[in-house]
């Protein structure tokens, strides 16, 4: 069993900064790929972006291409979300997700364990 907590959400303006961040309990958690989601007000789930079990694949949506980055240190179970020049469309609640497959994914269905979310609201 894994369980995650996400930390690093909050308010910003736009064209600012924030780093969320995961920290993953469980021995298995480096073999996992692990990946961060949001949900925007009225919108589906969508994949933000995904790293794979050694971190050296990742994915990103079209839409925070160049703004994000999603990094891992599997020593302290942990994985981050950089996220720089913020547009209010970024508003969401953000969850990460792990998924026992260690490889990327980007459907919601794929991914095993789910945290309970953190809110970013960046204002324009």
């Known amino acids: 069993q894994v369980q995650l907590v996400e930390s690093g959400g909050g308010l910003v303006q736009a064209g600012g900064s924030l780093r969320l961040s995961c920290v993953a309990s469980?021995?298995?958690?480096?073999?996992?790929?692990l990946g961060w989601f949001r949900q925007g007000p009225g919108k589906e789930r969508e994949c933000v972006a995904v790293?794979?079990?050694?971190?050296?694949?990742?994915y990103y949506a079209d839409s925070v291409k160049g703004r994000f980055t999603i990094s891992r240190d599997n020593a302290y179970n942990m994985m981050y979300l950089q996220m720089n020049n913020l547009k209010p469309e970024d508003t969401a609640v953000y969850y990460c997700?792990?998924?026992?497959?260690?490889?990327?994914?980007?459907?919601?269905?794929?991914?095993?364990?789910w945290g309970q979310g953190t809110q970013v609201t960046v204002s324009s």
């Open positions: 790293i794979n079990w050694s971190g050296a694949s990742t």
């Open positions: 469980g021995r298995t958690f480096s073999t996992y790929a």
């Open positions: 997700a792990a998924r026992r497959a260690g490889i990327i994914g980007t459907m919601s269905n794929e991914y095993d364990y």
